[in-house]
């Protein structure tokens, strides 16, 4: 009875400063949806309106035809020169991403079905280097196919993802890296703030016990961290466009299980942090950091180092990942979702049993 | 005020046994509680007496469960207080304010009230009249709408009473309650204090810097570097003082210098100003009636006399070099700090209200007042670090506005808590600051050279500033204010909670410097050491209530013979509010 008079007065009192101090309420809401917009229009892996200089040295109707090819292209921006030196100092000024380079005898060479094109790519991003190069593969294919009178026959198909826009899978994943900061922020901050403002001293020498002060701090930022949640998925879907293949439930029975890992990450963190830079500084160190780079969503874990792929298996966020890129590009997908979700049920308990098992009613 | 929940056993509250904690690892281990065994009594007010560093707050954290001891233990009323069942048994009983009296700023009063409530586990139907007690006994009734960060410093330290007192305790343990709290809400926690003991009979441990509270206690505990230096009634420390406490008149201006000289003459233990003379402490019975031309007067021994006292082992300071020469007689020429109708707004709020005064050169003049007073503030805008909202500050010749950093270069200040780096050495403290103000070269080391002589630092040249005991990081500090030989020092709060040997160490020094020429502004919130300034202003809520000489401000506000600057302060208080009333 005392006992849950004690948590209702814990619970009426984090609610109040939630509603006071605007602080949690930014962590919760605004930080997501700036970091969502910041990087949800800044990072993007597709190659778009690439400079292609076109040095065709000996004009004719089939050189017409092929560099009709780029102009129709959504990738490319050609401009056209006559001598491969122009193109190359167009190169190393900046203007010109790279170079298609068509020979004088290509119209006889093509014709006799072996044209030699040259490609020249700045390396200086070999990711986009490879794009580029795919991209003007992708031209020629069609060029040839057109011409060559259906010999060779190249049809891309894309599973999943049809337009292959990199922003739809790149949203889901970066949802998941910014719910691990926000969650993990809300929990180790409040906290922190007890402690520098003395409050934690009074609390401790209450009859309170330390699992309703834990109790406490995990409820109400969690029903704020799902807001922020919804609030990402909101943006995703009407502002970048992202199609929700799956279900509403599996997301948020997803999200809840995230949310509770990252708070109980947060939780942890307040033990040993206390002070709200420290407290800060830490969650973006261990948990904003790994998320960014091993959790998937932009580097793949399949082609990391062995002993990497091993360490990715501690970060919740990678779990998220998989099952947010596969509820919304794919759908309900239960041999991904499953194994993933119990993955993040595991964390989530790990974590909120060693908080309560670490934390103390006392300052040493 | 209802009977305790349980009536305590009669006898003690509180039992320490050889109770030893230490902090740090390796090399840098110190020791906060040395093999300390004591005994509080229930019922009664216990005072933990002891500067800054002496063990106080590890004390009443071990004692209430938050820090458990290296060695010995504690018993509270009677039992055992190690493991995690006997200390819940214990916090059951206990009510416990932290220094910063563990509110929560942005809840209003009765949400506060309503949280602790809650906590503790008060029946609703007990509330309202619980609530209404204690709303009465602290004041505060009619401002349970207001969020608590928004209450005056006083008014905080009521309601952290107010939500401790919520269940009535058994045991209650108060952590520097009454620092940096103007004197009137001291008096009224104090009244507050005798009424729970009298009425309800609880147990109260009562921890502070102020020496003069110590003379409230029914019995102290007086530590010192984390040992237990005298325990008992008050009235025990000081009787072997008896016959051997002299007060004698002296008129303003000598003042000082007289104080000074006493202070290094043979047998003398202590030589403070108090009131409109010079307070003695000798190390025996005196054997003519005068001292060096003043007439000696028996006075009662106090508390402070009693600790200083005991701090010296009854020997007296070895005698020192005499400051024979009079004072220089003062130009009364242009004032070198002007303040005139200074106003600093935050927002809405004013922090500093229409300030005026100016100080002479040579002059010390001080800011008293409690803290939120408007004190730093004022500092801040008259270092240049802060620009006034209103208002015109000239500061030897410059003004603010317009010639901050010139002005600067003639300022040493002293900041709160000293801001020293830490990490560095005393010598790289002062290599620093000596370069900071433009000392290259010969004349850098040669000041280096005066500051280790001048403030003794020679023994911890090496040592970091973090590592050194208060008293040596205020003389530390006070040396890199000095470096650039400045023609004015702006010294704000430097004696907080440093030991009273450190105290009167530092006022000889502002003295001679005084002396020489150099203009000293401070800031404080001991009433005492208002007594040492040629000037003052007494500040509230951002305003100055009084100013002049402590002398004149005494007698402005009504006070006889023997009134003490904290009756001054009270009255003038007192009369602010009335004036507001009306």
């Known amino acids: 009875m005392s006992a849950r008079r004690r948590l209702w007065g814990l619970l009426r009192k984090e609610s109040l400063q939630i509603w006071r101090d605007p602080s949690a309420l930014a962590i919760a809401l605004l930080l997501p949806t700036v970091l969502l917009l910041i990087f949800g229009y800044g990072v993007s892996l597709d190659a778009r309106n690439v400079r292609l200089a076109i040095v065709v040295q000996e004009p004719g109707p089939l050189a017409t035809q092929f560099v009709a090819g780029f102009a129709r292209s959504p990738y490319f921006q050609p401009v056209l020169f006559a001598a491969i030196q122009d193109a190359e100092a167009a190169m190393d000024r900046g203007d010109a991403q790279a170079i298609v380079w068509l020979q004088s005898d290509f119209a006889r060479a093509a014709n006799a079905g072996g044209a030699p094109v040259g490609l020249l790519v700045n390396g200086v991003d070999a990711n986009d280097a490879r794009i580029i190069e795919g991209y003007v593969q992708q031209v020629w294919a069609g060029f040839v196919a057109a011409h060559g009178g259906g010999v060779i026959s190249v049809q891309p198909r894309v599973r999943f993802n049809p337009s292959v826009s990199s922003r739809d899978y790149l949203v889901p994943g970066l949802i998941a890296v910014i719910m691990t900061l926000t969650g993990a922020l809300l929990t180790a901050l409040v906290i922190a703030r007890e402690w520098e403002r003395g409050t934690m001293e009074a609390l401790m020498v209450t009859p309170v016990a330390m699992r309703e002060i834990l109790l406490a701090k995990l409820l109400p930022y969690f029903v704020l961290g799902m807001g922020g949640m919804a609030g990402s998925v909101a943006i995703a879907v009407w502002l970048f466009g992202v199609v929700l293949h799956g279900s509403f439930w599996v997301l948020t029975a997803a999200s809840a299980l995230f949310m509770l890992a990252a708070l109980g990450m947060g939780l942890l963190i307040s033990s040993v942090a206390r002070n709200q830079f420290v407290a800060g500084q830490i969650a973006i160190i261990t948990t904003f950091l790994p998320a960014f780079i091993l959790s998937g969503f932009v580097f793949d874990i399949a082609s990391m180092p062995r002993a990497v792929q091993i360490i990715t298996h501690v970060v919740a966020a990678r779990y998220f990942v998989s099952i947010l890129q596969s509820v919304f590009l794919a759908g309900d997908v239960w041999s991904v979702i499953a194994p993933n979700a119990a993955a993040l049920a595991l964390m989530a308990v790990i974590f909120l049993v060693l908080a309560r098992a670490i934390a103390r009613k006392r300052l040493d | ?582």
């Open chain 2, 1 to 582: 005020m209802p009977p305790a929940t349980e009536p305590a056993p009669a006898g003690e509250a509180v039992r320490l046994v050889a109770l030893s904690r230490a902090f740090g690892s390796g090399k840098l281990r110190v020791a906060a509680l040395d093999a300390v065994s004591a005994v509080a009594a229930s019922g009664a007010v216990t005072g933990l007496i002891g500067p800054d560093g002496a063990g106080k707050t590890t004390l009443m954290r071990l004692i209430c469960g938050l820090l458990r001891p290296d060695h010995g233990r504690i018993e509270v009323f009677g039992a055992d207080i190690a493991g995690p069942r006997a200390t819940a048994a214990m916090q059951a009983r206990l009510g416990y304010m932290p220094q910063r009296f563990g509110l929560y700023e942005d809840l209003t009063v009765q949400e506060n009230l309503d949280l602790y409530a809650d906590l503790r586990g008060l029946p609703p139907d007990e509330r309202p009249g619980r609530y209404g007690e204690l709303l009465h006994m602290t004041g505060l009734a009619g401002f349970t709408a207001r969020m608590a960060g928004r209450l005056s410093g006083g008014m905080k330290q009521k309601l952290g009473l107010a939500c401790t007192l919520v269940r009535a305790p058994d045991l209650l343990l108060l952590d520097e309650p009454t620092v940096g709290v103007d004197p009137v809400s001291r008096r009224e926690l104090w009244e507050i204090i005798d009424h729970l003991t009298g009425t309800a009979g609880m147990s109260v441990l009562f921890s502070t810097a102020y020496l003069d509270e110590a003379a409230r206690c029914d019995a102290v505990l007086l530590l010192h570097q984390g040992r237990l230096l005298g325990a008992g009634p008050p009235e025990e420390m000081t009787a072997p003082l008896a016959g051997r406490v002299f007060a004698t008149p002296v008129p303003a201006p000598a003042r000082r210098h007289a104080q000074a000289r006493l202070a290094a003459m043979d047998g003398v233990i202590d030589a403070v100003i108090q009131g409109d003379g010079v307070r003695l402490v000798l190390a025996r019975a005196p054997t003519a009636p005068s001292l060096d031309g003043h007439a000696l007067t028996a006075v009662a021994p106090r508390f402070e006399d009693g600790f200083v006292a005991r701090l010296r082992g009854d020997d007296p300071p070895p005698a020192r070099h005499l400051p024979a020469d009079p004072p220089a007689p003062r130009e009364d020429g242009a004032p070198v700090i002007v303040v005139e109708h200074l106003t600093r707004r935050f927002g809405s709020f004013v922090a500093v209200r229409d300030v005026s005064f100016s100080v002479r050169r040579g002059e010390i003049f001080g800011l008293l007042g409690a803290n939120g007073a408007g004190k730093s503030t004022c500092f801040r805008m008259l270092c240049g670090l802060l620009p006034a909202s209103e208002g015109r500050l000239e500061v030897a010749g410059f003004d603010l506005r317009r010639a901050a950093a010139p002005a600067r270069g003639q300022i040493g200040y002293m900041a709160q808590k000293f801001s020293l780096y830490g990490d560095l050495s005393v010598r790289q403290n002062l290599r620093f600051f000596a370069a900071a103000y433009g000392l290259r070269g010969t004349s850098l080391r040669d000041r280096i050279d005066w500051a280790v002589g001048e403030f003794d630092l020679a023994p911890m040249l090496g040592g970091n500033a973090r590592d050194l005991p208060l008293g040596f990081k205020q003389r530390l500090a006070l040396a890199c204010a000095l470096m650039h030989q400045p023609r004015i020092l702006f010294l704000d709060e430097p004696t907080s909670g440093v030991d009273p040997l450190a105290r009167r160490e530092f006022w000889r020094r502002i003295s001679l410097l005084a002396e020489s020429g150099v203009t000293v502004l401070v800031t404080t919130h001991f009433m005492e050491e208002a007594e040492y300034c040629d000037r003052l202003v007494i500040m509230a809520q951002g305003a100055v209530l009084a100013a002049g000489s402590p002398d004149a401000i005494k007698k402005n506000a009504g006070g006889g013979d023997g009134a003490t600057m904290e009756d001054a302060f009270i009255a003038v208080i007192e009369a602010a509010a009335t004036a507001r009333a009306a």
